[in-house]
């Protein structure tokens, strides 16, 4: 392969991971900017998403599949906040945020049990396991794009909801300013049920476009809420499009450094340069710098 | 009856039925066989097939009358793929459960863990592990049934040289079973004449290998790639290489036994060769084939009672009960000594991985002809013949 060949093929395989940490990021940063948590089971939404929609593949068409399963998830996530943070009678951020790593293990225990621990995965969306897309000598799976698609579908979604929806900007007010949110007649506790009915429903969308490139098996979550939290934090935690170009970043500098150096070293060089951009920006590339600001995009 | 009848009647009960139970368990009652799997965890692959064959097999046994007229007793344990679960397991069985051998642990790391505590207690365990280090250096009491990482090297390089191949790239994930494998190819290399080109480690979570391939594509002259790790990243290779178009031979390990992996990586599979035992292939043995009968009896029994394709790992939990009933017949009864002795002497156990030859100094008791390369035709496994 020439040069230039070779620099495309490895910028397109770290957008092939790039996306997929981007698509589960978008999901933490929803619950980041409606509660100020980080949910720790954000990782198992979207292995459930990928589990339900493999499980009902067998009976439906695939769309429908996808469908069905992105409700279920949001349902389970708006169960999970009525179960366990909705009747607390301390709502601090550590709290919360230890629910939900406590979640974030019952979720894997109980889908261990639901199903097993076989890996599984959804077909190819179009076309098969060895099909690509052709872009000056270099190749992408077709898959990637429908990952990207989610992503732009993600993002656009969500601005449009939390920029110009009564609901959406109340969210953005419980976040802001909670006591000012509640004096203005906003019920924060309604508020943080929908913010985890979406993040899980946009999880459960991860899950499914990611399912065909890393299958799906009901350990996958963690692994995976590691790099999509690396993601949100490069990016600027609270704000989507942010977390998208984080997840991206993450995915080429990986890809990147497996030019360069032996691929045993990929994590090194990902998370050293996270630690770099910490230092210089403490609030991410496009985060604004006050705490509460950070939040507020 | 008032209470102090009752504690006075209770205790003499008690200190009658105690003598007469611990004679029980030790001549009539069932034999009681250890057994720690990672039925779940990331090597659940290994443990959940071997848990399932074994509680089948001792059923079997036990509907057939047991051995030498005593009914056998599985105590399993899952691990769950935990060095540190796998010795708390292994202290228990030995103190109080007092079985008469462990199988298992599913995992190589697990095995290691426990090796020196079974030599201490001279409890025997049979692993159904493969690394090399579990059997060398020789512990007395440490066996082993699934087949070795040299030997599954050799026979990937032997079928390369016959194909012309002599420069490869190697890729092994960061885990124990990608670890070995990795040395066993270094160390191998250069008797059978290979070169490695690519030498790459990878996340054993990874969720993408297109980078790393794209390096192995950089790399002028590399005749073949040759992964070894456990899935997902099995599927993961084979897909990615066909999207690149890297299209070199694909070689896996044993690891690739399973034929859900190749379902997984769908028609990217197609051709990717491997070393594995017969099991997996027993619809293709000849009749007279000395491991017919045994493969395709397991095959049938556990494919009817689970639903699902059989493979090697169940297979060595099958062996590793096997191995230990032989001994106990020739042994006469369960003293654990005997026992022993009596697995040192088992020359031509046919199993489900091969043929066992057992002796003082071998405790693995396989040889390189336990493999057979396979490849994967139109989804279906099936012997590789040039």
Redesign the interface.
């Known amino acids: 392969?020439d040069p230039g060949n070779?620099a495309l093929?490895?910028f397109?395989?770290?957008i092939?991971?790039g996306s997929?940490y981007a698509v589960v990021a978008i999901g933490f940063n929803l619950i980041y900017s409606a509660t100020g948590v980080l949910n720790f089971a954000q990782g198992e939404f979207v292995m459930l998403g990928g589990m339900v929609a493999v499980t009902l593949a067998q009976f439906v068409p695939l769309p429908v599949a996808v469908a069905g399963a992105i409700l279920a998830v949001a349902v389970v996530g708006c169960l999970l906040e009525l179960l366990f943070f909705r009747k607390l009678r301390h709502h601090s951020i550590l709290h919360l945020i230890i629910i939900t790593i406590g979640l974030s293990i019952v979720i894997q225990e109980a889908a261990?049990h639901l199903w097993?621990?076989?890996?599984?995965?959804l077909p190819y969306f179009t076309g098969?396991?060895?099909?690509?897309v052709r872009v000056f000598g270099?190749?992408?799976?077709p898959q990637v794009l429908w990952v990207l698609g989610a992503v732009g579908v993600s993002v656009a979604g969500l601005h449009v909801f939390l920029r110009y929806t009564l609901k959406g900007r109340a969210m953005r007010a419980c976040s802001s300013n909670p006591e000012a949110a509640m004096l203005a007649g906003i019920n924060i506790s309604n508020m943080r049920t929908l913010a985890f009915g979406l993040s899980a429903g946009l999880g459960a969308l991860a899950g499914c476009v990611?399912s065909p490139?890393?299958?799906t098996?009901y350990?996958?979550g963690g692994?995976?809420a590691i790099k999509g939290f690396a993601a949100a934090i490069l990016g600027g935690l609270g704000n989507p499009m942010a977390a998208v170009v984080g997840g991206l970043l993450v995915g080429v500098l990986?890809?990147a450094s497996?030019?360069y150096l032996?691929?045993?070293y990929?994590?090194v060089s990902a998370f050293a340069m996270l630690l770099l951009v910490v230092f210089v920006r403490p609030h991410g590339l496009f985060g604004a710098p006050a705490g509460a600001q950070v939040r507020e995009h | 009856m008032n209470p102090l009848t009752a504690i006075l009647t209770l205790g003499l009960g008690l200190s009658l039925l105690a003598p007469a139970s611990s004679l029980a368990a030790a001549n009539s009652g069932p034999i009681k066989i250890g057994a720690i799997f990672s039925v779940t965890g990331p090597a659940s692959f290994l443990g959940a097939p071997a848990a399932k064959t074994a509680k089948m097999l001792v059923d079997k046994i036990n509907n057939e009358g047991g051995v030498n007229g005593r009914k056998l007793q599985l105590i399993l344990k899952d691990s769950a793929g935990s060095p540190e679960k796998a010795v708390s397991f292994a202290k228990q069985l030995i103190e109080e459960e007092q079985v008469l051998a462990i199988i298992g642990p599913s995992t190589s790391g697990e095995t290691m863990q426990i090796k020196a505590l079974c030599e201490e207690n001279q409890m025997i365990l049979i692993s159904c592990a493969a690394a090399e280090v579990i059997v060398n250096p020789l512990a007395k009491h440490v066996f082993k049934v699934a087949p070795k990482d040299s030997h599954a090297a050799v026979l990937i390089y032997r079928t390369m040289k016959d194909h012309g191949i002599r420069k490869v790239a190697v890729l092994s994930s960061n885990d124990g079973f990608g670890a070995a494998g990795k040395k066993q190819l270094e160390d191998l290399a250069k008797a059978e004449g290979m070169e490695i080109l690519v030498n790459e480690v990878y996340d054993k979570q990874a969720t993408d290998l297109t980078d790393i391939l794209t390096k192995v594509k950089s790399q002028p002259g590399v005749q073949a790639v040759v992964n070894w790790s456990i899935v997902p990243a099995q599927s993961i290779v084979a897909k990615n290489m066909r999207q690149i178009g890297l299209n070199v031979p694909l070689y896996q390990s044993h690891g690739f036994a399973n034929r859900k992996y190749a379902e997984q990586a769908g028609v990217a599979a197609e051709g990717t060769l491997f070393p594995a035992s017969r099991i997996v292939v027993g619809d293709e043995l000849a009749d007279d084939h000395p491991q017919k009968r045994v493969v395709t009896s397991y095959k049938q029994e556990y494919e009817k009672l689970f639903n699902e394709d059989v493979s090697t790992f169940g297979g060595h939990a099958y062996d590793a009960l096997l191995v230990i009933v032989e001994a106990l017949k020739k042994a006469g009864g369960p003293d654990r000594e005997k026992v022993r002795q009596a697995i040192e002497g088992i020359q031509g156990l046919v199993g489900t991985a091969g043929v066992f030859n057992f002796s003082a100094t071998d405790h693995t008791g396989l040889s390189l002809d336990a493999f057979e390369m396979i490849t994967v035709k139109n989804g279906k496994f099936t012997v590789y013949r040039k």
């Open positions: 392969m070779l093929q490895y397109l395989s770290g092939t991971k997929i261990l097993d621990e076989k890996v599984r995965s098969n396991e060895i099909s690509s270099a190749a992408i799976s990611i490139i890393t299958m098996h350990e996958m692994g995976l990986e890809a497996v030019r032996p691929a045993a990929n994590d």
